[in-house]
């Protein structure tokens, strides 16, 4: 299996002095995801929860959505020329009747840490279609539980502490009660490998839930959630406008800047619902 962290031997600077000191950093990897041996994409990513990821891969793209959809995920072996096992290939078997991803799916270039877009075969393909709405879902939450999120979402995660190089996802109750979190360089990453473990454990569509990042919402993000059937993305810092405007367009309370006591929330206001009284300017 890969490493979460690695060393490296740098030259620090601080107060005037300087002093060659090692350093953790987040590991990034390749890993190249196949569906039933068919290659379908190449995601870098920081090795751990990898089936959780191909998982929620999937579920992205509308291939798999409940967990007898898939019948099994293994790492390839021989997927070195020498017949060794590099754990950065991973086939998914699809359960019987589910349909293989349709060729307009597969990325025509690898997938970034930074963006799980760049690669679409097609515009057309970005928008992909729900399974489940999340316009009627029951949640609501006070602001006071939702400014509460980010701290716990940092306490929780381990690798950041050593390497302060990771994006994290966290998956919350309206009560603040953390079900699941996944660490990993890319944001996108990271929501996937929270929905592949939902996914895998039966708990898909994810009703009454809240979907925290650690980062920017951007329009895959919203897109990753509508698609787990999450009623709430929050995130620590701006969303897009195209991500609000999906938001909006199928009923998803998007919550950006929560930092502190403070947040905007861009789209599903009824959610969230305020002691005091709203004051409109």
Known sequence: MGRVTERRR???????TSSYRPDTLATEE????????????VTMRTPGDDFDLAAGFLVSEGVVCTADNVAGIRYCAGATSDGGNTYNVVDVALGPGVAAPDASLERNFYTTSSCGLCGKAS?????TRT???VADDPLRIGPEMLTALPDRLRAAQRVFDSTGGLHAAGLFTADGEMLCLREDVGRHNAVDKVVGHALRSGMLPLRESVLMVSGRASFELVQKALMAGIPMLAAVSAPSSLAVDLAAENGLTLVGFLRGTSMNIYAGTERVRPEHRVRVS
Not at 30 to 41: A, D, Q, S
Request: positive net charge; charged residues 30%.
């Open 123 to 127: 515009l057309d393909a970005v928008r």
């Open 131 to 133: 399974t489940w709405t």
């Open 10 to 16: 740098v030259l620090r600077f601080r107060d005037g």
């Open 30 to 41: 390749p890993m190249e995801i196949r569906v039933g041996g068919r290659p379908l994409t």
